[in-house]
């Protein structure tokens, strides 16, 4: 059980830093082009250090990358 439970924790681990490289790279391709996701439920992207219509600011400004 105690096995289990580790292994358990050391894929969520994994796959915790694997998502983490994978989002910094998108987010480092993403401002290299000159734009920015937000979280903007009407999918509004805007420049790295900017806000949308609907004031959601650039996931660049919101994780500290600007």
Same mark, same amino acid.
């Given at each position: 059980?105690?096995? #289990? =439970?580790?292994?358990?924790? /050391?894929?969520? /681990? /994994?796959?915790?830093?694997?998502? %983490?490289?994978?989002?910094?790279?998108?987010? %480092? #391709? @993403?401002?290299? /082009?000159?734009?920015?996701?937000?979280?903007?439920?009407?999918?509004? =992207?805007? #420049?790295?250090?900017?806000? @949308?219509?609907?004031?959601?600011?650039?996931?660049?400004? #919101?994780?500290?990358?600007?």
């Amino acid at each position: 059980m105690i096995n #289990e =439970v580790r292994k358990r924790v /050391e894929n969520y /681990e /994994e796959g915790r830093k694997k998502s %983490e490289v994978e989002f910094t790279k998108f987010i %480092e #391709e @993403c401002l290299d /082009e000159g734009w920015s996701p937000t979280k903007c439920s009407m999918c509004c =992207v805007v #420049e790295p250090d900017g806000i @949308c219509p609907h004031g959601f600011r650039s996931i660049a400004l #919101e994780y500290g990358f600007m």
